[in-house]
């Protein structure tokens, strides 16, 4: 799954506490629970992510966009690292890799995208998990572990997710973690070269059962 990209909405101070920023320090973000640990990306971790992620191409290719050339390399991973200090300092997302706290395995990421501030407070889950790691239940695990970090820390109402309709382990991952089926959306998302449909899942705070 990934996100589409939308503009921010204008960030004007608000009377209601609820619409402010987040007031702790995004950037050390890193919940953990279920045996899992999330936290931001770093570049001591190119070696493990970029093996997992190669050893799952064939798996992936189907649900996410066409990977870059350069995607696997140690200079393309830094161009990652840096987009992503700079989404992280403005508020616009939030990047997570999972790792399994036993013995420090990457299983895959969850990136929030999308946010949203001003009356809006929302923002778009993608996830990828590694292929070694899949039907495992570490999705649905890392999940419950990282929503409490959004609708607590960053403040968000809402928390939205698009699947492609064939992807059944994606959609029970969202159902399990209680998200809504809200509707389809025509074509919404390139994914693997093809303007695909995707179901939309929301789940709001106050349905929030963590």
Not at 43 to 60: C, G, N, P, T, V
Not at 161 to 168: E, F, S, V, Y
Not at 172 to 184: N, T, W, Y
């Amino acid at each position: 799954m990934r996100s589409r990209a939308w503009a921010d909405p204008p960030r004007e101070a608000s009377p209601w506490p609820f619409f402010r920023l987040p007031s702790s320090g995004p950037a050390a973000l890193a919940p953990r629970g279920n045996g899992l640990l999330l936290r931001a990306p770093q570049m001591s971790d190119f070696l493990q992510w970029a093996h997992l992620r190669e050893s799952s191409r064939d798996y992936l290719t189907p649900w996410e966009p066409i990977w870059p050339s350069d995607d696997l390399t140690r200079s393309g991973f830094r161009r990652r690292l840096r987009r992503y200090s700079e989404d992280i300092a403005a508020d616009r997302s939030y990047p997570f890799l999972i790792f399994r706290e036993l013995d420090g395995a990457m299983v895959g990421g969850i990136t929030l995208a999308n946010v949203r501030r001003g009356i809006v407070q929302a923002g778009t889950i993608g996830y990828w998990v590694g292929q070694p790691h899949a039907h495992r239940g570490y999705m649905t695990a890392a999940l419950r572990v990282l929503l409490p970090t959004l609708f607590g820390e960053l403040n968000l109402h809402r928390v939205e997710a698009a699947c492609i309709p064939t992807n059944a382990p994606s959609i029970r991952v969202l159902e399990k973690c209680g998200f809504s089926r809200e509707g389809l959306a025509r074509r919404y998302l390139c994914i693997n070269g093809v303007w695909q449909d995707h179901l939309l899942f929301g789940l709001l705070h106050e349905d929030f059962r963590g």
